[in-house]
């Protein structure tokens, strides 16, 4: 366990003005997206696609590190390069995503307990020999009538620490990412209700597990209400968020990369920016996101040679954005000068 490099992989991911571009889709996830637009899911549309978003015109500008599936961090690009090293070469940290799924909670109906701590240790350390310098582990917390329960908190919140500490083994600093997930018609209260429990357990056993703060990442979901419930303005969002953070995240924990998890590619700019002009916090708060950063590229790139140099460019411009945002600097003129 090299704690130096540790602290220094994490202060480097949550850098001021730079987040991660979560690129870890499992086949079936990338197969689902692709589906919908009428793309073939191979693993070579898969390169074609990963590899258009790291080859981006200046990436490193906005980009600090890209979370990759394992089949991704063994693939090269067109010159043959691998990817962990097409990535380095441009100063952003290659990730990988080590979690093996969300999987039915036995005994808790309706709920998830995320799963791959089996083999995790000889897994890491090829990972690490492969070049990835931190990893992500995803638990995913349900809420709906009575849940989640008490066993699903703990069972997920155990499942990340034990992760968490197995990975600053092996020298790869954990992304922590308890994700409460938006689908539902509960209300603002409920979200920062189930979050902060969900966040204060998380840490109690982190704490536990002899996790070191100053060498995880951690990646929340925002406090706002369900999807099928009446939308919160984004300055609510924001300071709900924020004083839920707070509460529950020491400050010894460099940075907070959140997920999208299912927002409008301007909610997910216009929040982390309404957060980060509340200013004075004691972590950077930045972007880890998925659909928020790929959702028009892929569509604009729909499967076709032709189009990878405009979805590029719808890429870029999701980064920049956010990028923005990451400092409390976007303002909705910097979408429009774009379209
Ligand atoms: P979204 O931003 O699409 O939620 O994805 C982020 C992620 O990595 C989910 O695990």
């Given at each position: 366990m090299?704690?130096n ?6 202060q480097?991911m949550v850098a ?5 571009l979560a ?5 079936p ?10 793309i073939?899911?191979t ?27 394992d ?5 090269s690009?067109?010159a ?8 380095n070469?441009?100063?952003?940290v ?11 909670l ?10 791959g701590?089996d083999g995790l240790?000889?897994?890491l ?5 492969l070049?990835?310098r ?6 995913v917390?349900t809420?709906?009538d009575?849940i989640?329960s008490?066993?699903?908190y703990?069972?997920?919140a155990?499942?990340?620490a034990r992760y968490a500490?197995?990975c600053?083994?092996?020298s790869?600093?954990?992304?922590v990412?308890p994700e409460v997930?938006?689908?539902?018609d509960?209300d603002?209260?409920?979200c920062?209700r ?8 998380t ?14 990442v951690l990646k ?10 009446a939308?919160?303005g984004r ?5 709900r ?24 590619d301007e909610d997910?700019?216009?929040?982390l ?7 004075g916090?004691p ?6 996101y998925?659909?928020a950063?790929?959702a ?20 870029m411009?999701?980064?920049?954005s956010?990028a923005?945002a990451s400092t409390g600097e ?5 979408e429009?000068s774009?379209s």
């Amino acid at each position: 366990m090299d704690k130096n490099l540790l602290k220094e992989t994490a202060q480097k991911m949550v850098a001021r003005g730079k987040g991660i571009l979560a690129a870890d889709e499992s086949h079936p996830t990338c197969g689902k997206r692709f589906e919908a637009l009428g793309i073939e899911n191979t693993s070579e549309n898969r390169r074609i696609y990963r590899q258009m978003f790291f080859n981006s015109p200046d990436v490193e500008k906005y980009i600090s590190g890209v979370i990759l599936f394992d089949e991704t961090l063994r693939q090269s690009d067109d010159a043959g390069v691998p990817f962990p090293e097409n990535l380095n070469a441009k100063g952003l940290v290659p990730g990988i995503k080590v979690d093996t799924g969300a999987k039915d909670l036995a005994g808790f109906p309706g709920e998830k307990v995320t799963e791959g701590l089996d083999g995790l240790r000889d897994r890491l350390a090829e990972y690490f020999e492969l070049g990835a310098r931190f990893a992500k582990w995803r638990a995913v917390i349900t809420i709906g009538d009575g849940i989640p329960s008490e066993g699903c908190y703990m069972a997920n919140a155990h499942a990340l620490a034990r992760y968490a500490r197995l990975c600053q083994e092996a020298s790869i600093v954990p992304i922590v990412e308890p994700e409460v997930l938006m689908d539902g018609d509960h209300d603002i209260d409920v979200c920062d209700r189930v979050t902060t429990n969900a966040l204060h357990l998380t840490f109690r056993q982190l704490e536990e597990q002899d996790v070191m703060l100053e060498g995880i990442v951690l990646k929340p979901s925002m406090i706002i209400p369900g999807t099928g419930a009446a939308a919160a303005g984004r300055d609510v969002v924001a300071s709900r968020t924020v004083d839920c953070l707070k509460r529950t995240v020491p400050d010894a924990v460099p940075g907070i990369a959140f997920l999208s998890g299912g927002q409008s590619d301007e909610d997910a700019t216009g929040h982390l920016d309404a957060m980060n002009k509340l200013g004075g916090h004691p972590w950077n708060l930045t972007f880890s996101y998925g659909r928020a950063l790929q959702a028009t590229a892929m569509k604009t790139w729909a499967g076709k040679a032709e189009n990878l140099a405009a979805a590029s460019a719808a890429f870029m411009q999701r980064a920049r954005s956010n990028a923005a945002a990451s400092t409390g600097e976007w303002d909705q003129t910097l979408e429009q000068s774009a379209s």
